[in-house]
């Protein structure tokens, strides 16, 4: 059974930094082609952030994303990373990893592609 636990949230002024990381355990992660980043807050759906493939070599991000937050693979780790610098305020939610079988990147900003999701990490972000 897959298991993704995410860890890094917390709080930090607008212009600060955070970095977000997703442990990968439990199967062989080439059960798996790819790990994306959603958000969520209340009241609305789940927000694609970024993706990136098990090589680490293919990444996706949304506009908002673009330009501020890094998605990386480590592999020996089997882990995902997330580095969000010039947080806004507008970048507060919950921040969910999930992992996909899908191999098409325009696929990744789905939720419904992926099948495996972690219980998410708070990111809160003070103007």
């Known amino acids: 059974q897959v298991r993704l636990v995410e860890s890094g949230g917390g709080s930090v002024q607008a212009g600060g930094s955070l970095r977000l990381s997703c442990a990968y355990s439990g199967v062989p992660f080439s059960r798996h082609n790819a790990m994306g980043w959603f958000r969520q807050v209340p009241g609305n759906d789940r927000e694609f952030v970024a993706a990136?493939?098990?090589?680490?070599?293919?990444?996706k991000y949304a506009d908002s994303a673009q330009g501020r937050f890094t998605v990386t693979r480590d592999i020996v780790q089997n882990t995902m990373n997330l580095q969000m610098n010039t947080l806004k305020p507008e970048d507060t939610a919950v921040y969910h990893c999930?992992?996909?079988?899908?191999?098409?990147?325009?696929?990744?900003?789905?939720?419904?592609?992926?099948?495996?999701w972690g219980q998410g990490t708070q990111v809160t972000v003070s103007s």
């Open positions: 999930g992992a996909t079988r899908r191999t098409v990147a325009g696929l990744w900003v789905r939720s419904k592609e992926y099948d495996t």
């Open positions: 990136i493939s098990s090589n680490g070599n293919r990444t």
